[in-house]
């Protein structure tokens, strides 16, 4: 499946939803925020949240500071 995250097109194999594809980019769940077509997704529905061909995914990473 082709998805656009961050910006870069990249294609996924066996990718359905959310949290498989943060997984996928070797992350964990607890410590990322997404937005889906430009819709922030709740972290607590990352396992239902399919993904589509051509989906716009942003991946955020909180840091600390300001």
């Not at 097109?9 to 964990?28: H, I, M, P, T, Y």
């Amino acid at each position: 499946m082709k998805l656009v995250v961050n910006g870069e097109a990249r294609e996924f194999d066996r990718v359905e939803n959310v949290a498989q594809l943060v997984k996928s980019l070797g992350g964990d769940v607890k410590f990322f925020s997404v937005a889906l077509n430009g819709e922030f997704v709740p972290r607590g529905d990352y396992e239902k949240t399919k993904l589509g061909e051509g989906d716009d995914i942003e991946i955020v990473t909180p840091f600390p500071g300001g």
